[in-house]
């Protein structure tokens, strides 16, 4: 989804850090334009310097504690990665393409599977070239592209931990509401650990409805989850060249910001808010993009209940975006410590709350 989960309609969604000192890694099926080459530090985290002591939820309890070397991700580096997506955003308006990001890697998560790896979700999987080359992450290059700088700066900072702060720090700076995150996410090692492709959504299915319950409810998400995190189409565009939706470009996206084309979903696509349900109910500007698993929304009896809440009360749909991406975020994954992470320092915006 342009930011959500819908197949490659959705707008602008590494590679394997090697056992050796680098890696080398070319997307060979990427035009001429998007190819690209990577040296890649390995990142081991056992021979990790003593942590700070962080806040963990443990006993009902919220409590301070010294975070085991082992932990998957460092919080320090993590608060400084998020100020780094911060200025990335300012200068890049890539907002889109990294809430695109987190959500692709999380949403290969399958309920019915208990082994981890095996059961997807947030795993930091989609760094490998082999899911790269899923069709609904068509596009999905160009995020890695972004924020890979910052990776190498922080490799105390996982892969799957990067990429749901990178998602998360986008929703937030675009004026959505604040996420209440946690962090600690383990990364898989190896190709052969990512899902089978065909566990994401697409845009236009025969019916639209049934496979979007078939989708999500395999994520062991409900109908209210479904719509809420819909909403994150009012962020970004569909560009045709990408996933065969849209027009090239509207009066809304010729002149960018950022590459220029595409079609939104709203008038301020860079802007997240509640106009992508004011918008779809309306139906009055055939500039803006409505695919069939949008229209469904306020079609199928179940989900027009909340479709038509949040178009009249965007504080309802914030709330329940929250709650819904923050859970999304966490399907599948193996965190270390298992109660996961949170870094209530100064300036950090996420809430101090755990969601298990």
Known sequence: MASSLSSAAVSSRIFAASSSATARLSLLRSPPSLSFSYSLKSFHFSALQRRPSVIVWSSGRFSTVSTPRCAASDPNQLKSAREDIKELLKSKF???ILVRLGWHDAGTYNKNIEAWPQRGGANGSLRFEVELKHAANAGLVNALNLI???????????????FQLASATAIEEAGGPKLPMKYGRVDVSAPNECPEEGRLPAAGPPSP?????????????????IVALSGAHTLGRSRPERSGWGKPETKYTKDGPGAPGGQSWTVQWLKFDNSYF??????????????PTDAVLFEDPSFKVYAEKYAEDQEAFFKDYAEAHAKLSNLGAKFDPPEGIVTPCKGWRGKTSLLK
């Open 209 to 225: 409805a049934d496979h979007l319950r078939e989708v999500f409810y395999r994520m062991g998400l409900n109908d209210k989850e």
């Open 94 to 96: 890539c907002h889109p």
């Open 148 to 162: 890979q700088p910052i990776k190498e700066k922080y490799s105390g900072v996982t892969y799957a931990d990067l």
């Open 278 to 291: 004011k918008d779809i109910k309306a139906k009055r500007d055939e500039d803006l993009l409505v695919l």
